[in-house]
């Protein structure tokens, strides 16, 4: 571990700190709230998550190609991608499976009269008033993103990409990974005549990662302002006020996949200590934490887990940009709360099969939404129109999709703590799948 990733680390810690004293303490002012355009998140936008936004088509590009051409043979290429689906569906299904069963017996939406009408009024008004998600949710909805259907419409059309270079401008990584794999498992079997190509690949992945280590000093004055905006926004009392009940489900929820089952699965199949790779893996996380995006977060996370944290290449760089884009299993548990605290919130008591569709869905609204802050609060519509679905084939009132606004009010900060909870299970993922595709130089110490 170098001297200079730990000064890192104290850096961004002063710097998530630093954010939110000053968000506190200097921009919150309920009375006049700061807004969306602030310079804070203008400025935290500009200097670390558009740097690391640029690199990520390239890099999901050029670490899939390497990863595969390096993994080689296609029958070892499909034990190492069943295992890391299997892995990601786990894991999901698990992490929503708390979340279902924590705001069951927890039930933060039982509230008293007056909190939950303050709660419901809250939630008319951010709706008329707009904002950015609300601009979002209504994009979705134009794209018909908002239903089970349409949403996985949307990642099938993603898999069989029509027009490569549209889809690396729009940011489409699961387009830009279908490709990666397919180019790289065709050098792999190239043989002599595509092992230049091989080479090439390798060395632009190397130049890509410079400058990754170069934007990685951005990171302590990015998350210093984007935490600061988030806290300056909402402030840290009102996760004491109403929606305390609410934020603590998700945030026990998160603590037990992120600290127990998480660890639990790592220490079984890969026989490493899980916390001394979680401090291996402390940039990755504290900058997850404070972008609020696993994709920006990628680069980091790639470097941290194969420059300390031991993972292969082989593995690393195929597993952590596919977990990045799908593998959500804050996003999941934070969907099974979300919804069924609104449910109770709304006077709505699900049955045992309501609950098994909230889990059902919210698993898959958490791999429809896209590594970016806020994502997860769009593709929740989809499990509220599961749900609204199966509520009219009994006759009960449905949930009105204005409620969401009641969750957006502390969205960020609950974010900040689900995609932390994200690449963790993602670089949970990659020290795993290690284990059966080590790199030949990782051999003796994954043994
Ligand atoms: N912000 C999350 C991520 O980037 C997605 C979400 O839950 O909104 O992983």
Known sequence: MSKGNNWLTVLIVIGLIGGCLFGQFVLHNPSQPITDKHWTKEVGY?????????????LVFVSVICGVTSIGDPSKLGVVGGSTLFYYAATMFIAVGIGAALVTT??????????????????????????SIAR?????????????????????????????????????TLAVIVVGLLFGLALALGGEKTQPAVYFFNAIFDALMRIVKWIIWLTPIGVF???????????????????????????????????????????????????RFMWQMRRALLTAFGTDSSTATLPVTIDCAENEGGCSKRAANFVLPLG????????????????????????????????????????MAAIGAAGIP??????????????????????????????????IAVDRIVDMCRTTVNVWGDAVGAKIITKLAPDPETELDSA
Request: net charge negative; with cysteine; glycine share 8%.
């Open 46 to 58: 500009l200097i670390l998550i558009r740097p690391l936004m640029m690199l990520i088509i390239p």
């Open 106 to 131: 927890i039930r933060p939406g039982d509230l008293d009269e007056e909190s939950r009408d303050a709660l419901i009024d809250q939630a008319r008004s951010a709706e008329v008033e707009g904002g």
């Open 136 to 172: 979002n949710i209504a994009q979705a909805k134009e794209a018909k993103r908002d239903t089970l259907g349409g949403a996985w419409m949307n990642l099938v059309q993603q898999m069989i990409p029509s027009n490569i270079i549209r889809n690396m401008s729009e940011n489409n």
């Open 225 to 275: 302002l984007l935490v600061a905006w988030t806290v300056g926004k909402i402030g840290l009392g009102d996760l004491a006020g109403k929606w305390l009940k609410y934020v603590a489900t998700v945030l026990i929820g998160l603590f037990i996949h992120g600290f127990i089952v998480l660890p639990l699965i790592l220490t079984i199949f890969s026989r490493k200590n899980p916390f």
């Open 324 to 363: 990045a884009t799908i593998n959500m299993d804050g996003t999941a548990i934070y969907e099974a709360v979300a919804v069924i605290f609104l449910c109770q919130l709304w006077g709505i008591d699900l049955s045992f099969t309501e609950v098994l569709i909230v889990m059902v869905t919210a698993s």
């Open 374 to 407: 806020s994502a997860g609060v769009i593709t929740m519509l989809i499990v509220i129109g599961a749900v609204n679905q199966s509520l009219l084939g009994r006759g009960v009132e449905q949930l009105p999709e204005f409620l969401i606004f009641v969750i």
